[in-house]
């Protein structure tokens, strides 16, 4: 009988720890003590048997330094490695478990792959090449192979000297070629500042571009073959939104290539040259959001099914098999400030306010 209960109880003891393991969200705010510096604070939000169980401070870092970028988790999207590591959208690497930053330097974080980070560099002095950061050894090297690609197509970029930018390739080894004299304007009659313009590559020889227009209001989609130079419009976008014209091509869960333009999203199939609004967002195989903000806020759905309707940023929701959550704002005019956030628990199919401080970055969710 006494061996009987010891199983028992270690069995439940057991099934306890697997249970308790829990999720923590990973959440940048600025640290109101270090404006000057643009200082942000790193925190964990613990969730324990889909119970909220506090917050813990991970790191501070400094966002300038010398009157230059340097660590902005406050920037971009960052990316969350093997449930411990946080790379910043310029290439800051800060490791969550023993809370430190690891690299300090930047660059375009092209690939993650087992140990490594990889970087692309575009260095005025040094030109353009490829390093990577050793995980194991903390090390930051050069890729001394030349042919080394770690992803798909080639040198491509924008001269955007003058109105209208052309679009430059440069082959290995070989002198510049002009794709195209003409590549779109970047909405230079914008009286805000202008945003990066995105390059998406389908295959080696095979890439889509927005081509802007002079104002920040409309664009094409462009489809670019290189080996055959020809190009073809697969698309257009307009929107007259009262926001910020910012540009972005993406992978994405329900359709190939996913293509934000102010408050609109286009569905992109290179092969079919087709190009569709999508009125949601599949953030992933459970959770979508509605895409344009209606006077109530934005719909969001877990499995097809609207949860609820809240007032928030596209970019600031961010889910996993558990959770959902999404910064809360309130709309006064054409200003918004936020309001703490909102956490949706899938098992008991509620939600939950969180307070906090302004949020500079809503990072994402890792395990325990």
């Not at 330094?65 to 959208?89: E, M, P, V, W």
């Not at 330097?105 to 990577?132: E, L, P, Q």
């Not at 995980?135 to 924008?158: A, M, R, V």
């Not at 970047?186 to 080696?204: C, E, F, L, R």
């Amino acid at each position: 009988m006494k061996v009987l209960l010891h199983i028992f109880l270690f069995c439940s003891l057991l099934s306890y720890s697997q249970t308790n393991t829990g999720e923590s969200l990973i959440v940048v705010h600025y640290d109101e003590g270090n404006k000057a510096n643009l200082g942000q604070l790193i925190y964990r939000y613990n969730f324990v048997n889909n119970v909220y169980a506090g917050r813990e401070q991970i790191i501070s870092v400094v966002g300038r330094k010398d009157s230059k970028d340097y660590i902005r988790c406050d920037k971009g999207d960052n990316t969350l490695y093997k449930d411990r590591y946080l790379i910043s959208a310029i290439g800051n690497i800060i490791d969550l478990k023993e809370k430190k930053v690891l690299y300090d330097g930047s660059g375009k974080v092209v690939r993650c792959s087992n140990d490594s980070v990889i970087f692309y560099i575009n260095d005025i002095f040094k030109g353009k090449y490829y390093a990577y950061f050793d995980l194991n050894t903390n090390k930051y090297s050069e890729i001394k192979t030349l042919t080394f690609k770690p992803s798909i197509g080639q040198d491509i970029e924008f001269d955007r000297t003058k109105s209208p930018y052309k679009l430059l390739y440069y082959p290995q080894n070989k002198p510049k070629v002009v794709l195209m004299e003409d590549a779109g304007h970047g909405g230079v009659s914008s009286k805000a500042p202008k945003a990066d313009i995105p390059i998406y590559w389908v295959d080696n020889n095979t890439f889509i571009f927005p081509n802007i227009k002079i104002t920040d209001l409309e664009g094409s989609i462009v489809k670019y073959n290189i080996a055959t130079k020809t190009s073809k419009v697969i698309g257009t976008f307009n929107s007259t939104a009262n926001v910020p014209a910012t540009y972005q091509l993406v992978n994405s869960v329900d359709c190939y290539i996913e293509f934000y333009f102010k408050n609109k999203l286009y569905c992109i199939n290179p092969a079919k040259e087709t190009m569709l609004m999508s009125n949601f967002k599949e953030v992933d195989k459970n959770f979508s959001v509605e895409v344009e903000p209606k006077p109530k806020g934005r719909a969001v759905y877990h499995k097809g099914k609207e949860i609820g309707r809240y007032h928030f940023d596209l970019k600031n929701f961010k889910s996993s098999p558990n959770y959902g959550v999404l910064v809360k704002e309130i709309i006064m005019g054409d200003e918004s400030y936020q309001q703490g956030m909102s956490v949706y628990n899938v098992a008991n199919s509620k939600w939950e306010s969180v307070d906090g401080e302004e949020v500079a970055n809503l990072v994402g969710w890792i395990k325990k």
